[in-house]
């Protein structure tokens, strides 16, 4: 089903890039502006500059951040910052992290991935997307003519057959090694030999891919191609422009994390919000049970909360609400409401989802909070970090905050499965698959080898 391919690489020559951790990024959507800059600091070359160029005085249509960035990309290659592999190949990484105390490895290989439409099944989405970020995406697209970002896809292979074959292949030195700007180790490796490729390709060729990270990034391409398509009729199917650069990782790893985007919400109509009455409400749906956190945002009080959070039985729903002071109670979904309530309004695979329950029964039902005001980003807010949502709630930046447990990947593929999408920020692969490791240039003259 799925068409994984490898591919001749762009990557930061050694010879001019030494230290690797000077120059490679998370993807543009979680660079805050500050951390722009201080990326943009540590070396000229950094893709700060490819993946979020700035807006400048005087910009119009013919010099823009857009036409900055593929000038710069351009003057990479030509002094040879950035070269090319002169054979296909896929790419295949690990990442060593920490989560809460403990050391994971996730393993995943980066290939071009032929584009396809969501209707065919091949690829299935799980998240929203929504206009503004996929129209700055394309513009980049067009100007630069090249994939910085892999999409972080994952994709079932329970007898780990795919990685496990790359694994045997594997050379003896790592092309890249480094330690990351999050203290992470990164090493990947260039995989060119000939059975193994086939191996790999054919292996994908039985399977469906999920996305995990990137959506607006994947619609963007299909814009693209759509374009390319009508500027090139007679382009082969194989055409550089019908591919997307991915990172594959294997569902059935226990390796991979999923972290949850805590809410916090702010705004008049949630100021308004009195304790008595919202705990009434609440009680209605959920077993309400005080907490005895005094907002401690040190060691002691996180792991309190993140104790709580966790104490919950299989295939329950519980959250933590914080907020009138940094009190806390514990909300435990009271027997029975899942069936009654939301079965009956939306699909069961939705149902079973702690971010369905917390969006219904609570931002819609008791807050009155609709689509279009948990879409806006001063009424919602979205952070991974517990210290971070003691912060904001601290200096006021928001009012109430929900701590969720975070969603399963055998969740994320019911929902996919099933053709649903989930409500935003629904899922956060951890640790972000990091830009600068290799890249891929769409040149329409070439053709993508298949093995």
Request: glycine share 4%.
């Given at each position: 089903m799925a068409q994984v391919a490898?591919?001749?690489?762009?990557?930061?020559?050694?010879?001019?890039?030494?230290?690797?951790?000077?120059?490679?990024?998370?993807?543009?959507?979680?660079?805050?502006?500050?951390?722009?800059?201080?990326?943009?600091?540590?070396?000229?070359?950094?893709?700060?500059?490819?993946?979020?160029?700035?807006?400048?005085?005087?910009?119009?249509?013919?010099?823009?951040?857009?036409?900055?960035?593929?000038?710069?990309?351009?003057?990479?290659?030509?002094?040879?910052?950035?070269?090319?592999?002169?054979?296909?190949?896929?790419?295949?990484?690990?990442?060593?992290?920490?989560?809460?105390?403990?050391?994971?490895?996730?393993?995943?290989?980066?290939?071009?991935?032929?584009?396809?439409?969501?209707?065919?099944?091949?690829?299935?989405?799980?998240?929203?997307?929504?206009?503004?970020?996929?129209?700055?995406?394309?513009?980049?697209?067009?100007?630069?003519?090249?994939?910085?970002?892999?999409?972080?896809?994952?994709?079932?292979?329970?007898?780990?057959?795919?990685?496990?074959?790359?694994?045997?292949?594997?050379?003896?030195?790592?092309?890249?090694?480094?330690?990351?700007?999050?203290?992470?180790?990164?090493?990947?490796?260039?995989?060119?030999?000939?059975?193994?490729?086939?191996?790999?390709?054919?292996?994908f060729e039985k399977m469906s891919l999920f996305i995990a990270d990137g959506h607006h990034r994947y619609e963007t391409a299909l814009n693209y191609q759509k374009l390319m398509k009508e500027r090139y009729p007679q382009a082969p199917a194989n055409a550089p422009f019908n591919y997307i650069l991915m990172y594959l990782s294997n569902i059935y790893d226990p390796e991979l994390v999923i972290l949850m985007a805590h809410r916090l919400l702010a705004g008049p109509r949630v100021k308004q919000v009195e304790e008595g009455p919202l705990l009434r409400r609440l009680g209605e749906y959920f077993e309400v049970t005080p907490l005895p956190y005094h907002g401690g945002g040190d060691g002691p009080g996180v792991e309190f909360l993140q104790e709580n959070l966790a104490a919950t039985a299989a295939k329950e729903t519980t959250f933590i609400l914080l907020g009138f002071g940094l009190k806390a109670w514990r909300l435990q979904l009271r027997p029975g409401v899942r069936q009654k309530l939301l079965a009956r309004e939306m699909h069961p695979a939705l149902a079973q989802l702690d971010v369905a329950v917390l969006n219904y029964l609570i931002f819609e039902k008791i807050l009155g909070l609709d689509a279009k005001a948990l879409d806006d980003q001063q009424t919602c807010k979205f952070t991974s970090k517990l210290p971070e949502v003691i912060s904001i709630l601290k200096r006021g930046e928001a009012n109430l905050a929900f701590l969720l447990n975070p969603t399963r990947v055998d969740q994320v593929q019911q929902v996919a499965s099933a053709g649903l999408i989930m409500p935003r920020k629904s899922t956060y692969f951890y640790p972000k698959v990091k830009d600068g490791i290799v890249l891929s240039p769409i040149n329409p003259g070439e053709e993508i080898f298949i093995p």
């Open positions: 490898p591919f001749r690489a762009l990557y930061y020559n050694p010879a001019k890039i030494p230290h690797p951790e000077e120059v490679v990024t998370p993807p543009y959507d979680v660079i805050r502006p500050e951390e722009r800059e201080a990326f943009a600091a540590l070396n000229p070359y950094n893709m700060v500059r490819l993946i979020l160029p700035q807006a400048q005085p005087g910009d119009d249509l013919l010099q823009n951040r857009y036409t900055r960035a593929a000038a710069a990309f351009r003057q990479w290659q030509q002094e040879e910052v950035l070269v090319r592999d002169p054979d296909p190949a896929y790419y295949y990484g690990e990442t060593e992290f920490v989560v809460q105390g403990r050391k994971f490895t996730r393993k995943g290989l980066v290939a071009l991935v032929r584009l396809e439409p969501f209707s065919s099944g091949v690829i299935r989405p799980h998240e929203q997307t929504f206009s503004a970020p996929k129209k700055d995406r394309l513009e980049l697209l067009k100007a630069t003519q090249a994939h910085f970002s892999p999409i972080f896809a994952i994709f079932p292979d329970p007898e780990d057959l795919v990685l496990g074959r790359l694994r045997q292949s594997l050379p003896t030195a790592p092309m890249l090694a480094f330690k990351d700007s999050e203290g992470y180790y990164q090493r990947a490796f260039r995989v060119t030999d000939p059975a193994c490729l086939a191996a790999v390709h054919g292996a």
